[in-house]
């Protein structure tokens, strides 16, 4: 196996500091589901070293050989701090969370406490392929209730939806996520108030996948959905694994609201020896001391979100987004090119750069691509001139 030096970099940047070879000897699914002359900006991995604090937290527990099961409320309690200094929200209660092994088995785990075998979960298209994935394998039938053009909520569309799936008294729950994943879009207060109360008439339970929080851009700020006006009673998934790239180190964290701690308490136990101890350490770490590196990355994707504006209108103008207000993702209609439904699969074969097909993301899907910014500049610049080569 190829050794890898382990030095900081000491690039304040970090999504500067890994060159293509070192990428390459990841082993990771970003870096090993294509060959090597294929650039990928697909899955949601980033192309960083990890913060300091996490490593040095990591390092500290195999040195002490700290590799048991995890304990106590650490994790609940970096994060309520984070919480509160970063989105204002002290309603983060730590008696009112649970440790899950990972976002999408603690949405699986909610959604069970609020629905049964059979029942509708509403969820807006385009969204994250595992949100229909993980649905319908646990015997939820997904509702789509697709985004506006403006790729945001549409309420009438999310009233109507919500109407139908509650018909004959039916229980619902709506899987919201905020951060929305594709899009980037960042729901505001009275988008997320309307929706509480929107649920709360027609009876249907909020589960909210809150992972993409901390990643916002300059100038956006992130809102709680726990924490606006008729949000109490919605069940949200949080977790670092996103912002500080720690997705090998499973962990996530469900949280209640005031009116949500009764289903949250029902959780089986046996739930949380799901996640790992390591994970929780560093996920711990990362929200107690990481929050300078979260600051140098989001710059970095600020200014990845103008630079890939740019190259777009260069060289690619037929293609058009909206640079996103979170996540480090950009999502691109490529309708305009004539690519038919699967844009990523003519960008793959005939340009060498991976990007995630629009379609799985359900309706309003394709014809779109999703391409992933959190790597470096030279990547992207690469990635779009591959883009535009394959349409030579
Ligand atoms: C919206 C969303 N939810 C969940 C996940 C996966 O999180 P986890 O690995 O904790 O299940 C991702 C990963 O990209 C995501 O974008």
């Known amino acids: 196996m190829t050794r890898i030096p382990h030095e900081p970099s000491g690039e304040p940047n970090p999504l500067r500091a890994l060159t293509l070879d070192r990428l390459r000897c990841r082993t990771s699914m970003k870096w090993r589901a294509y060959p090597d002359d294929v650039l990928p ?56 969370t ?9 949405v699986v785990e909610m959604l069970k406490l609020v629905t049964g075998p059979g029942d509708p979960v509403v969820v807006n298209s385009p969204v994250y392929p595992p949100f229909f ?62 929706v509480a109360d929107l649920a709360d008439r027609h009876g249907v339970r909020v589960v909210i996948d809150e992972i993409h929080a901390p990643i916002t851009a300059a100038g956006v700020d992130f809102v709680p959905y726990l924490s606006v006006t008729g949000g109490e009673n919605g069940l949200s998934l949080m977790s670092a694994s996103k912002a500080w790239n720690l997705a090998g180190l499973k962990a996530a964290l469900a949280i209640a609201g005031p009116g949500s701690a009764a289903d949250l308490a029902r959780m089986p136990e046996e739930v949380s020896h799901g996640p790992s101890h390591l994970g929780i350490i560093a996920h711990s770490a990362a929200l107690r001391d990481g929050t300078d590196w979260l600051d140098s990355l989001r710059a970095g994707l600020d200014d990845n979100r103008r630079l890939l504006a740019g190259l777009l209108t260069e060289h690619l103008p037929a293609v058009t987004h909206r640079p996103a207000e979170a996540t480090y993702l950009a999502w691109l209609d490529c309708r305009a090119l004539g690519l038919a439904d699967d844009p990523a699969e003519v960008f793959l074969r005939r340009g060498r750069v991976a990007l995630n097909s629009g379609i799985p993301f359900g309706t309003g899907g394709a014809g779109h691509v999703r391409l992933n910014l959190a790597t470096s500049p030279e990547l992207i610049e690469e990635g779009v001139r591959r883009m535009a080569a394959a349409l030579d």
């Open 41 to 96: 900006l697909w899955v949601a991995e980033m192309d960083v070293l990890p913060a300091e604090p996490v490593v040095r937290a990591i390092t500290d527990a195999l040195a002490l050989g700290d590799t048991g099961y995890p304990a106590g409320t650490g994790y609940a309690e970096a994060l309520a701090a984070f919480a509160e200094k970063r989105w204002g929200w002290d309603g983060l209660a730590v008696e009112r």
């Open 98 to 106: 649970a440790i899950v092994p990972d976002v999408m088995l603690g």
């Open 133 to 194: 994935q993980f649905v319908e394998h646990m015997d939820r039938q997904v509702a789509e209730a697709p985004l506006g053009a403006d790729l945001r909520i549409d309420l009438d569309v999310l009233e109507e939806t919500f109407r139908r799936v509650t018909e004959g008294g039916r229980a619902a729950a709506f899987l919201l996520c905020s951060p929305h994943n594709p899009t980037g879009t960042v729901h505001t207060a009275a988008e997320l108030a309307a």
